[in-house]
């Protein structure tokens, strides 16, 4: 198994980032490597969001868990390994908010693809968490 996490503290309530991640069509407003994305279905565990990055092929991700306002869970299938990448929204004391990245990658090929490519696909985390943050404390 290959993991990682990030996480970025802010002043926005967990509801106004909640409302972020369930508009998955918003999503490039603040993930600059997002052309587009879709979702079918309602954002709930079940349902699918399809994310095109820019000059990329379309990759699928099924939603595993929702808890709203609190997170979610995301899952890749490719080849031999799962991606997963938890996605919450901690209420601190006083008027803070944690938000966590967390991606682990798991499957018969993990501990060969995860090093190649975990680091790839988790590179923008930070960037990602803070344009995320910016659009939520609007």
């Known amino acids: ?3 990682t996490e990030h996480s970025i503290e802010t002043t926005a309530a967990p509801e106004a980032i909640w409302r972020l991640w ?5 999503w ?7 052309e587009r994305a879709e979702l079918s279905g309602p954002f709930a565990a079940g349902s699918t969001i399809r994310m095109t990055s820019h000059g990329q092929e379309p ?4 939603i595993a ?3 709203e306002p609190q997170g979610f869970v995301d899952e ?3 080849g031999g390994v799962v991606v997963r990448t938890t996605h919450r929204a901690e209420r601190l004391d006083g008027d803070s908010t944690r938000v966590v990245y967390r991606m682990e990658i798991t499957g018969p090929e993990s501990d060969t693809l995860g090093s ?3 680091p790839e696909i988790t590179a923008d985390f930070p960037q990602v968490l803070g344009a995320l943050i910016e659009q939520a404390e609007r």
């Open 1 to 3: 198994m290959w993991s």
């Open 22 to 26: 369930a508009d998955v069509a918003g």
């Open 28 to 34: 490039p407003a603040w993930n600059a490597d997002l």
């Open 59 to 62: 990759i699928e991700l099924r």
């Open 65 to 67: 868990e929702a808890v």
């Open 76 to 78: 890749a299938h490719f």
């Open 116 to 118: 190649q490519i975990g």
